[in-house]
């Protein structure tokens, strides 16, 4: 009968038997010690992570919620706002859609939903405004002239 020898973590170990049952456990050998090669280099942590990287997960971390939007532009006069502001408040430095596009677009998104809550809560419409700056907009809001109410009304 054939015998299989192996170490595994510096312990040995002997199988025995048929010539089919030891290339068996030798195959399913080979494919865990190379599951477990790809788990080891997969679980990297956020200490061996570059600079960048760190950076990134520290400004995903960070990011502010739709809620915390609100309050923040509830906070402005006329809620006036535009997304360098957001950066620099929330994130403590300016974001671009070319450095982090995912986060950019997400907090772009969260943004617009931001936007959507106060305009049904105040009865208005945010309205964009061009800046000195290329491809800034700087959002305002105005009130409508008369609630929203009064509009869906029916006549008695």
């Given at each position: 009968m054939?015998?299989?020898r ?18 068996s ?7 865990h ?49 535009d ?28 943004l ?13 419409e ?11 907009k ?13 509009v869906?009304e029916?006549?008695s």
């Open positions: 054939p015998k299989l192996f170490k595994i973590y510096e312990q040995e170990f002997e199988a025995e038997g048929t010539e089919e049952e030891i290339l456990l030798y195959d399913r050998l080979c494919t010690m190379d599951e477990l090669k790809i788990a080891e280099s997969n679980s990297v942590n956020l200490a061996t992570l570059d600079a960048e990287a760190r950076a990134y997960a520290g400004l995903s971390l960070s990011m502010p919620t739709v809620e915390q939007l609100v309050s923040f532009i509830l906070s402005k006069p006329k809620y006036e706002h997304i360098v502001e957001i950066e620099n408040h929330f994130l403590k430095k300016r974001i671009t859609s070319r450095d982090n596009p995912s986060l950019y677009r997400k907090l772009s998104f969260d617009q939903k931001a936007r959507k809550v106060i305009e049904t809560q105040k009865a208005g945010f309205v964009q405004h061009a800046t000195p700056s290329k491809n800034l700087n959002y305002v809001f105005k009130p409508l002239s008369r609630p929203l109410t009064e869906y029916k006549p």
